[in-house]
């Protein structure tokens, strides 16, 4: 039988990333980590019936017979791929670089027939093509390498020129560059130090001043004095009004094509929240020749050796202009997943948006808790139902976090979609989740 | 100490009204709900106010888990320089 299996890391740009460059200051969060390594079970989503779907952690088996009575009937991982003693040494691995070191991937694997399996990896990040091979999946990815230099912010700033769209962005190499351009920028106004990897605004750095510029630069001498390249693409900051997204396929073939558009509420530069975008804004992206400069990009990136799922992120500045290219990410995208979730909904009169909550999470919660209080209060999407809130992840709030004092809270993420028929209905609905938290003892943090 | 870091990170994140809602027991990132990004500007605007200089490469987000335990860490720091 054809199935796919899907699997993947989240923020997939630390895999990416050259470790030889310097990087802005960054606080090393462990708590932030095991929430993106239990990502991957949004990867649910994108499954038909009787795919597998293999995640790092495995998943509650509440939120397991959860999706399964929504029409997701599919299979998962049941056993963790290492004991929890050597969960440290796994730490820094993605995914499938832990698959391929662990001998319950051949056990579990064994019980399915491969032959005409197909790969449905988040990113290629390292170990994915090897884990395709020594499974004999199939696989419609290029090369590692290739999806990494196009995923560089500096790829996006010159894939600008190559549109000849205005570009007001530099890449800079070595202190004195820094130093000269991002001067230069400070006399216009603020600026965006960007990290050639970064992701979900952990790689950004706004600047507003010289001093904090000399901060910083302070910061990079003590690196470059251990070695580091310094390389950054520095932008001045643009005067957003909202963020939007376009998601692109591009086949193996070469033909590109245009697979949504989403409306994003990010939380500075993190993504915050993702909406349906109304028809007249989409109609509007269609006739600006938005859409047909995202099938260029699709195209000149086909030409540069890259084809699988693309997510653009673009803008809409306080002027109404949009600024169409702000970057690309090869690689699928929350954007993609809240896509995902429109394909449950038959009913053109309903909306979704796919939401995130940071909450501190005592020790004591149970995710069975939660859900049966959100159907307790009708809010939970069923099948009946048809709309309502769909919980997305539950190991996002269940940290693997072990011995923890009791009174001890951990910060959890609660991933969700809305279905909903109306703005009012909608707010009626968050506002229930909001309440359903509080019954479970989690705290929202703003 | 203990107001001005409280002013700070209302003014990071951009919210006057936590500076009537936080307190020496607040916590940084539970109850203040900064983000990574947050704690970065909030730690360089910190060392402009107090004239110290963090480590990034060893700070512990336990310094972060209330105003008073932060307050402390700056003492010691502007202690040893």
Known sequence: MNFALHCGSFEAE????????????????????????????????????????????????????YIRSIGYDIHINRNPWFSSDRENEMDHLNVFEIMNLSDVTDQLLSSFSLEKTTLE???????????????????????????????????????????????????????????????????????????????????????????????????????????????????????????????????ESGDVQLVSFQQLDNHGYAFGASHTMSESFKAHLYASGYTNQMLEIGRLLYQDGYFG?????????????????????????????KHGVDSLITNPQLHSSLVQFNL????????????????HHQLLYTKERGMGILPLSSGTLI???????????????????????????????????????????????? | MITKIIEIIAEIKEDPSLVNKL???????????????????????????????VDFDHFSLEHLQSVQKFSQFIREMAASV
């Open chain 1, 121 to 251: 990896a988040f990113a290629v990040i390292p170990g994915t093509l090897d884990f395709a091979q020594r499974y004999h999946l199939t696989s419609h990815y290029p090369e590692q390498d290739i999806v990494q230099r196009i995923n560089a912010k500096s790829y996006s700033l010159k894939m600008r020129d190559r549109l000849n769209l205005p570009n007001v962005g530099s890449v800079v190499e070595g202190r004195e560059q820094l130093l000269a351009i991002a001067n230069e920028m400070l006399c216009e106004g603020a600026m965006l130090l960007k990290d050639e990897f970064g992701v979900s605004g952990k790689g950004n750095l706004l600047i507003h001043s010289e001093k904090a510029l000399l901060r910083l630069i302070k910061h990079m001498d003590k690196q470059a004095a251990q070695g580091k390249l310094i390389r950054f693409v520095i932008e001045p900051l643009l005067d957003r009004k909202f963020d939007f997204s376009c998601q692109l396929y591009i086949h």
């Open chain 1, 399 to 446: 940290s693997p976090l072990k011995n923890l004092e009791l009174n001890e809270r951990t910060m959890g993420r609660f991933y969700f979609a809305v279905i909903y028929e109306s703005q009012q209905h909608m707010q009626n609905l968050v506002a229930g989740v909001n309440q359903s938290l509080l019954d479970s003892g989690l705290n929202l943090i703003t």
């Open chain 1, 360 to 375: 501190a999470v005592p020790a004591r919660f149970q995710y069975e808790h939660l859900l049966q209080n959100l159907n």
């Open chain 1, 309 to 337: 799922d693309v997510c653009i992120d673009s803008m809409i500045l306080q002027d109404g202009s949009i600024e169409p290219l702000v970057e690309i990410n090869d690689r699928k995208s929350m954007s993609l997943i």
């Open chain 1, 14 to 65: 630390r895999f990416w990333r050259d470790s030889r460059l310097a990087s802005i200051p960054t606080i090393q969060n462990t708590q932030t980590k095991k929430i993106t390594d239990s990502m991957d079970e949004l990867l649910f989503v994108f499954c038909e019936t009787g795919d597998l779907l293999l995640t790092r952690h495995v998943m509650d088996s509440v939120q397991y017979d």
């Open chain 2, 23 to 53: 307190n020496e027991s607040s916590d940084l990132t539970h109850d203040a709900g900064m983000d990574s990004l947050n704690i970065i500007n909030f730690i360089l605007r910190i060392e402009e106010e107090f004239d110290i200089e």
